[in-house]
């Protein structure tokens, strides 16, 4: 059943989350000390909250795929203790090793983010409750994209999303975001583009063989059933009666081929490494690894940065979409 339709004043351009209080630097701090060992997602996550920070999370809220809650809790400005980050709770052994929780899966907060979210949705288990222990969520709901989303219609002034394309029923999923937001509400989206197969080392494949380009990960993409490129964004935006209210490149190419490289093979090796120190030693390569990939990435943490001549179509893209009224 629609909510009741209740004006609301919109704050535009108004900013949320950590970016609008502190500085580039702090914000890229803190998504170095939680994803430490994978640093080019700590850069990739700051360029989303950075462009994110723009635009005003109204309530209610629903960050679909929420995962961990990790993202979202530091983006609104949360902090954590420097011991925790998102290597604590790993089981190396499955196949994805986050997912896993560990009874003792308490992250350590030393301030807790500036507003909450009402809701927040997963497809597993274990997202949603690390994603409980933060208390930024006032519910979480296990949920598969696939399917109908389980709300009524017009419930939320803001829908926000950063993983749609690793939904299958793109068409279907697009139009559920479009029914659960208030006439008056914004979807925001934040979309990979196919774009990024191409930011690899995969053409140089005669040079370094298949082996090592499957060691870097040439599997991921297979995770992203419908990545795209911009237009079909679009279009597919148009066809679930969603208007383009505003976009914002904010990964470019040269910042998908550092994420290419990245640490991502060597990834479970570190994680082993680190978690066998005593929590003292730990901490200590931690803070100096922080400092030092605080000042390596600095230069890179800028949603426009482009070494590569000529133009290039972005690698991700955030989207303000409102609900087209019919007729
Ligand atoms: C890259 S993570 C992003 C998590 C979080 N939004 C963040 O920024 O850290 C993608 C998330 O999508 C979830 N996911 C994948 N397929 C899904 C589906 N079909 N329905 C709902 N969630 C799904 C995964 O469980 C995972 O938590």
Redesign the pocket.
């Known amino acids: 059943m629609p909510a009741p339709m209740t004006p609301i004043v919109e704050r535009e351009p108004s900013q949320s989350g950590a970016s609008q209080r502190i500085s580039k630097a702090v914000l890229l701090r803190r998504f170095l000390s939680a994803y430490w060992l994978r640093p080019e997602n700590a850069l990739w996550?700051t360029l989303?909250s950075l462009t994110l920070s723009k635009i005003r999370l109204a309530r209610p809220s629903v960050?679909?795929?929420?995962?961990?809650?990790?993202?979202?809790f530091l983006h609104l400005g949360g902090v954590f203790d420097p011991g925790f980050d998102v290597f604590t709770s790993v089981a190396l052994t499955a196949g994805d090793m986050f997912?896993h929780v560990s009874d003792d899966y308490r992250p350590p907060v030393e301030t807790a983010p500036g507003d909450r979210i009402d809701v927040g949705?997963?497809?597993?288990a274990s997202?949603l409750q690390k994603a409980e222990r933060l208390r930024l969520y006032d519910r979480l709901v296990q949920?598969?994209?696939?399917l109908p989303l389980p709300f009524d219609d017009a419930t939320f002034r803001t829908v926000y999303?950063?993983?749609p394309y690793?939904?299958?029923n793109i068409d279907g999923f697009l139009a559920e975001l479009r029914r659960i937001t208030h006439p008056q509400g914004k979807v925001i989206l934040q979309v990979k583009l196919s774009s990024m197969k191409d930011y690899t080392l995969g053409r140089f494949e005669a040079v370094l063989g298949r082996k090592v380009l499957d060691l870097i990960g040439g599997a991921r993409f297979d995770?992203w059933p419908t990545l795209a490129d911009r237009s079909t964004w679009e279009s597919r935006f148009a066809r679930a009666g969603l208007g383009v209210h505003s976009s914002a490149p904010f990964v470019t190419r040269t910042h998908a081929h550092l994420w290419d490289v990245g640490l991502r093979p060597i990834a479970p090796l570190l994680i082993r490494m680190a978690n066998s120190l005593t929590p003292q030693t730990r901490g200590s390569i931690k803070a100096d690894w922080v400092d030092l990939f605080a000042d390596l990435l600095a230069p890179l943490c800028d949603p426009h940065l482009e070494v590569f001549p000529g133009r290039h179509e972005p690698a991700e893209i955030h989207y303000v979409l409102t609900p087209l009224t019919c007729g």
């Open positions: 996550m989303r960050d679909i795929s929420c995962g961990d809650g990790v993202f979202s997912d949705t997963d497809f597993k997202m949920h598969d994209n696939n999303c950063n993983a690793w939904v299958q995770c």
